[in-house]
């Protein structure tokens, strides 16, 4: 939600303020990562897909998708949150 594009300029600086606050950035990371290493459930398919290996290129890579049908969003890369 803090990362979806065209939010509300008060959500911004309220990400702002979060950034400055290390349980965020921990759980974001950890979000990140748990992501990418974790099963989840395909939206497309409605299946559930097997992880992969969190390689240490991951951690430069920033995370993108969609938050609704018609909203993007772009998180930081892990080592950029920590």
Do not use: C
Request: hydrophobic share 45%; glycine share 6%; proline share 6%.
């Amino acid at each position: 939600m803090f990362y979806a594009h065209g939010i509300a300029p008060i959500a911004e600086i309220v990400r702002e303020i979060f950034n400055f606050f290390p349980p965020f950035l921990f759980t974001l990371s950890y979000g990140q990562i748990a992501r990418v290493a974790g099963d989840h459930l395909e939206s497309s398919t409605m299946i559930w897909a097997e992880g992969r290996d969190y390689n240490w290129s991951d951690l430069f890579e920033p995370s993108k998708g969609l938050v609704a049908i018609s909203k993007t969003y772009t998180v930081p890369s892990v080592f950029n949150n920590l």
